[in-house]
């Protein structure tokens, strides 16, 4: 499972490096969804990816009995989840209001700024 | 209440937030609790420095949870020294905004995002833990896209497609780092990890997470070469808003590389600190000498920020203690001087009506108090004594020439050299030469709310260079707490912790 996780979070790695480097606006807010997507899903394979391993102290033990999965990154990716999700509905409308202004998705037009 | 004092930096302004919220009806009242609110922030700010520095080390475990299950807070002098300035750059910047931000922008959230972004960034400079470090940079960022996006004009947009795609890019550098480390090292919390890693876990792929934190740090500190993003966005929005990034946002960036590096990553210091001294040199280079090529007056100053960050990465890849003392002192200079020197660039615009140095001139002329007022942050930022640059530059000049570091520190002297002529070049310009046209406000008087800042950065940068002695004082202490990361790592796990 965490071999296939792997070569997933390979393929989101490439196809969104791929998509940031386009020159639409459109593609950089799906690429930069990617990455995002990517980095949520390799910290949760740093948790260790296991079936029926909860980390939950069985009744009467003193501690957790191996092999259990780690509850810590999993809270991680939750707040990243979150927060990205914030992020990427604030990109949303910044692209939309960047095209109004502009009149253009081509991100090589966006130069005006830069002299 | 002393417990209290490291979270309050954090409280305050999100409190202040929330009030701002609550008075959307009452644009007076709003006005009002947003200064308010950084005038608060500026006395627990100077509260909690005055504890640590006579303390060393404030630390709260919230919530009660011991380190390193909870979440730390963990004020060392550093970051009270850091917590202080974002104090007075709020208080300048939110007095400033009363007379420059116009109602639009104040009815749509101005001032509480103003305080969210101080609240982020009092929390990155306090937390000592590094997702939580994490979660304050996203919290300083969305205020920060907001407040870069709000108006809506072209050339904001254009700046924060390119602001926000560079920072999301870099806070997912971040996000990876710190789930690979904690996958390496079990523990988030910096102390620990500081712990963790010197018992030497995995040295080659922590110097490699180190890299990766190198270039999410980096991007967000605008070294060489992931600066691009700053000058193509800071000149677009207010000046009020530019001046809080460029007093602000870069230098939570250089914290963060600071705390990485003396803290956490000293498994092959050899190799990291030549790395960063390098990314110091062409920093302070490629930032000075895309200053020179500018002709618009807070594109300047923009490219000098990239030139000054070179500086304060300067002092850590040196790495001794009186280095880092000067990145202490740096810090406190060019945070006041920057965001002096873009409200400056404000009371500019009011008066010629524009930024654009062809078309402006003759304030001299008019307005001589004005111009000494360009003056002081002028000099100081380029080094001219007594004022605070000179000393900053003294100190980091004299630690690269005690670590023998003959190269570089020519460099940084040659670049200073440089600084004086782009600020020579603003001063001609918008200054001293004849106006191709009169301003739109020539006989008026410039408003309190815009003039009071000024003279008030103004002066301190003047007392911190007169009174450099005691300023430099604190600077040292702090330097020899950074060089000093077991003292940290007892103070937040307790003692012994540190073997």
Redesign the interface.
């Known amino acids: 499972m965490t071999a296939l996780l792997a070569v997933v979070i390979g393929i989101l790695y490439g196809a969104g490096l791929y998509l ?1 480097m386009r020159r639409s ?1 459109v593609k ?1 807010v799906l690429g ?1 969804g990617l ?2 997507h990517a ?2 899903l ?2 949760f394979t ?2 260790r990816v296991s079936r029926d391993g909860a980390p939950i102290v069985p009744p009467g033990a003193a501690e957790l009995t191996a092999p259990y999965s780690d509850p ?2 999993q809270a ?1 990716v939750l ?2 989840i979150v ?1 990205s999700f ?2 990427q509905a ?2 949303l409308v ?2 939309k ?2 095209h109004r ?2 009149g253009t998705d081509d ?1 090589d037009a ?1 130069r ?3 002299q | 209440m002393t417990r209290a004092l490291p979270v309050l930096p954090v409280l305050v302004p999100l409190a202040t937030a929330i009030a701002c919220l609550a008075l959307h009806a009452f644009p007076r009242a709003r006005r009002a609790a947003s200064v308010g609110g950084a005038v608060l922030l500026l006395l627990a700010a100077a509260a909690l420095l005055r504890h640590v520095d006579a303390a060393e080390f404030a630390v709260l475990q919230v919530g009660a949870w011991p380190a390193p299950f909870g979440i730390s807070l963990v004020a060392d002098r550093f970051a009270a020294i850091l917590v202080l300035l974002t104090g007075v750059t709020g208080l300048a910047v939110a007095v400033y905004s009363l007379g420059s931000i116009d109602g639009v922008r104040e009815a749509h959230g101005y001032h509480t995002l103003f305080h969210v972004l101080l609240a982020g960034v009092c929390m990155a400079f306090l937390t000592g833990d590094l ?1 939580n470090l ?2 304050a940079f ?1 919290v300083m ?2 205020a920060s ?2 407040l870069l ?1 709000l108006g ?4 904001q ?6 602001y ?2 560079l920072n ?2 870099s806070s ?1 550098f971040f ?2 780092a ?3 480390l ?2 390496v090292a079990g523990t ?1 919390n910096m102390a620990d990890l500081a712990r963790t890693l010197e018992s030497g876990v995995a040295p080659g792929l922590s110097t490699t997470l180190a890299c990766l934190l190198l270039v999410a740090f980096g991007i967000k500190a605008a070294v060489f070469p992931l600066f691009f993003w700053l000058p ?2 800071y ?2 929005p207010p000046v009020a808003v530019s001046a809080v990034f460029a007093g602000l946002l870069t230098k939570v960036g250089v914290y963060a590389l600071v705390r990485a590096f003396t803290l956490i990553f000293r498994a092959e210091p050899e190799f990291t600190d030549a790395l960063i001294l390098g990314i110091a040199v062409f920093t302070m280079v490629t930032g000075v000498l895309g200053a020179a090529a500018q002709f618009e007056f807070r594109r300047v100053l923009s490219f000098h920020i990239v030139s000054q960050i070179g500086y304060m990465v300067l002092g850590l890849g040196l790495a001794t203690p009186l280095a880092l003392a000067g990145t202490v002192f740096y810090l406190m200079h060019h945070i006041v001087v920057k965001t002096n020197l873009f409200l400056v660039a404000g009371l500019v615009k009011w008066l010629g009506g524009t930024l654009a140095l062809e078309s402006l001139g003759g304030i001299y002329k008019r307005r001589p108090a004005l111009a000494l007022l360009f003056l002081v942050p002028a000099f100081s930022l380029a080094g001219i004594p007594p004022l605070s640059g000179f000393w900053g530059k003294l100190v980091l000049v004299k630690a690269g020439l005690d670590a023998g570091q003959y190269l570089v520190t020519a460099i940084a002297l040659a670049v200073s050299l440089l600084t004086l002529y782009s600020m020579t070049k603003l001063w001609n310009e918008a200054f001293w030469k004849e106006p191709p046209a009169p301003g739109p406000r020539e006989d008026q008087p410039l408003p309190w709310t815009l003039l009071g800042p000024v003279v008030a950065l103004a002066a301190i940068t003047v007392a911190v260079g007169l009174a450099a002695g005691p300023v430099f004082d604190l600077a040292s202490r702090a330097g020899a707490q950074l060089s000093d990361p077991a003292r940290y790592v007892e103070a937040v796990l307790g003692p012994g912790a540190a073997r």
Do not use: C, Q, W
Request: glycine share 10%; charged share 10%; aromatic share 8%.
């Open positions: 940031v606006i950089l930069l990455l995002t980095a949520n390799l910290i740093m948790g810590v990154p991680l707040t990243a927060i914030g992020v604030f990109l910044l692209v209001l960047a202004a502009t991100l966006l005006s700024t830069d | 997702f994490y979660v996203e960022l969305m896209f907001v996006a809506g004009e072209r050339a947009l254009e700046g924060a497609v390119k926000v795609t999301l890019l997912g996000l990876v710190v789930g690979t904690y996958g988030l193509a966005s000149h677009t």
